[in-house]
């Protein structure tokens, strides 16, 4: 059994990516949702994180707050390789769970694995293929911006933290471009959707 992983630089629309693939009946594995799980009070990896990191990324509920986290790691190389330290070996054994649970469900299931850091976390192997969600870094820049929860400075901090959107392309099985229209973008999914069916069926 295998999944098919879907990656990408932040803002690169991976997410809509996979909203798109689970309309066509795809079982999507978010590997974020999975972290954001792990990082609740009362987990270990709760523990561990606000040991390394400290009390001062906690919201007044006792709970990690991400944004706190986040303004932390990525102005740090090493806290972010410590996190990913912690984490990683936890978020990794559920996605096996998740995935036994699919194909016992439907053996010939097209499972897709969200996550951002698969090829800077040399994980890349553990899929059947891997997709990679791309647009130009400057739309990447400028739909953080967006947003209008980070600067400028800490936008182009969190894209440089991340291998380049250009050396992921350059590593895809599959490559869809999230620079055009919405439409264009689903366009390339309702195309790809049948190989990673055939695929799919394939190892089930």
């Known amino acids: 059994m295998s999944s098919i992983g879907l990656t990408g630089g932040i803002a690169s629309g991976k997410s809509t990516l996979?909203?798109?693939?689970?309309?066509?009946?795809?079982?999507?594995i978010d590997a974020d949702q999975l972290a954001h799980e792990l990082l609740r009070s009362g987990s270990p990896v709760h523990a561990q994180v606000v040991n390394r990191f400290g009390p001062g990324i906690l919201?007044?509920?006792?709970?990690?707050d991400r944004s706190r986290l986040g303004a932390v790691i990525f102005a740090d190389p090493e806290g972010r390789a410590a996190l990913n330290a912690i984490?990683?070996?936890a978020i990794m054994a559920r996605p096996g769970e998740l995935l036994a649970a699919y194909h016992a469900e439907n053996p010939a299931a097209v499972v897709i694995s969200d996550a951002a850091l698969i090829y800077e976390a040399q994980i890349e192997s553990r899929f059947l293929k891997v997709i990679v969600a791309w647009c130009r870094p400057e739309q990447q820049l400028e739909r953080l911006l967006a947003k209008g929860v980070l600067s400028r400075e800490q936008a182009e901090r969190r894209i440089q933290?991340?291998?380049?959107?250009d050396e992921k392309r350059r590593r895809a099985d599959y490559v869809i471009d999230t620079s055009g229209s919405v439409e264009d973008t689903r366009r390339q999914v309702e195309a790809l959707y049948p190989e990673l069916e055939?695929?799919?069926?394939?190892i089930g």
């Open 18 to 28: 996979a909203a798109m693939f689970r309309d066509l009946g795809a079982k999507i």
């Open 161 to 165: 933290a991340q291998m380049p959107g």
């Open 87 to 89: 984490i990683h070996p």
């Open 59 to 64: 919201d007044s509920a006792g709970e990690i």
């Open 198 to 202: 055939q695929l799919s069926a394939g």
